[in-house]
């Protein structure tokens, strides 16, 4: 059975798409995937991510729990300070990227993939201490995303925060429409942009106050997908998954490796023995794009596969990612990528494929 987020019945009202999407029915998009990321990019847009998975761990072992837990380090985090990382098995595979907020000084908010929601829960409940209390609030928390480059200006006039404040992997807690919400500055896009975490029952009243703004449009998962592909951010389930560790996703800056952490030992033996294959960007010479799957052929042999292809709305061509040979195939290298009826041509090109500021 199929879940419906707080706003399923304002999505339908507002004529979007809707699709499923990691056990989610989800808005796929609602004036038109390419309107909606340019919008996004100059204006701002708006996203329901309340299908989400938010965990709370607290207790006077927590840090150390956490710190063990996931990749980056969060030993020496401040309150009001998040950091992107990755729940890996011991074979040093990434069983999900998260973010962790450290809400309070022996308390941690973790944000999980949807549809790794229950994998991770009992992941992490087995790894954690017994005075370490945990605590699954996915069901009563809601999240948007208000995402652009007016959404200070858009937000300033909804909140009592002092935004300015509020730098990048950051957060704090604020009213917005009168309610208390979580605001941080991580997200999806690559644009400057806040996410906002509040009661369940409140999302209805943020959602349609945000959108009174002529400057705010309703974005559908299609754009957030094309806006995180030309930034190069990797899709849980797709371009990182438990087949592949952040060495070969191409992520070890998100890994300190001077702390011990549960696949630690699996990522040390790669780094020595060599990654073989390795995630790496596409940019190709028209508009049509790849499937997932896609075969890379370099130099006439098959040298990886394509995870993530899509037409790119500000380059006006397909971009992607893939994992290949590392050896065989370097940035500025041409690729052909196939399925065997239509070939692409393409070359290599490293993320982000477009520019944009975040300060």
């Not at 808005?27 to 938010?54: N, V, W």
């Not at 409140?202 to 997908?225: C, F, I, M, S, Y």
Request: charged content about 25%; hydrophobic content about 35%.
């Amino acid at each position: 059975m199929l879940k419906n987020t707080p706003l399923h019945q304002e999505h339908i009202r507002l004529g979007a798409r809707i699709a499923p999407f990691a056990g989610w029915n989800m808005p796929i998009q609602y004036s038109g995937i390419i309107e909606e990321h340019l919008h996004t990019r100059t204006k701002a847009g708006l996203f329901d991510i309340c299908h989400m998975g938010e965990f709370i761990l607290r207790g006077e072992t927590a840090k150390g729990d956490v710190d063990y837990l996931i990749t980056h380090r969060t030993d020496d985090m401040a309150v009001g300070k998040c950091c992107y990382g990755f729940l890996l098995n011991d074979k040093g595979k990434i069983a999900d990227d998260l973010i962790a907020f450290k809400t309070g000084e022996n308390e941690f908010m973790l944000v999980v993939n949807a549809g790794t929601v229950d994998k991770d829960r009992g992941w992490i409940k087995s790894h954690l201490s017994a005075e370490t209390h945990f605590e699954d609030i996915s069901a009563k928390t809601a999240k948007l995303d208000l995402q652009g480059p007016l959404s200070k200006d858009i937000l300033s006039a909804y909140t009592d925060a002092t935004l300015d404040t509020i730098k990048k992997y950051h957060f704090l807690t604020a009213k917005v429409c009168g309610v208390k919400t979580l605001i941080s500055r991580t997200g999806y896009t690559g644009e400057f942009g806040y996410e906002l975490y509040f009661p369940k029952e409140e999302t209805a009243k943020l959602w349609n106050k945000l959108l009174q703004n002529k400057d705010v449009k309703p974005v559908g998962l299609g754009a957030r997908d094309t806006l995180r592909l030309e930034m190069g951010y990797s899709l849980y389930g797709q371009d990182i998954d438990e087949v592949h560790t952040p060495l070969e996703a191409n992520l070890e800056k998100f890994i300190y490796m001077e702390k011990g952490f549960i696949g630690k030992a699996a990522l040390i033996k790669q780094r020595s023995s060599g990654v073989k294959n390795i995630l790496v960007g596409f940019i190709a010479k028209g508009r049509r794009s790849p499937r997932h799957n896609f075969d890379v052929v370099c130099n006439n042999e098959a040298a990886g596969k394509v995870t993530s292809g899509s037409f790119s709305p500000c380059l006006k061509k397909a971009i992607g990612l893939c994992y290949v040979d590392k050896d065989r195939a370097k940035e500025g290298d041409k690729i052909t990528l196939t399925d065997g009826k239509i070939s692409i041509e393409a070359i290599i090109k490293s993320p982000p494929f477009i520019k944009r500021s975040r300060t």
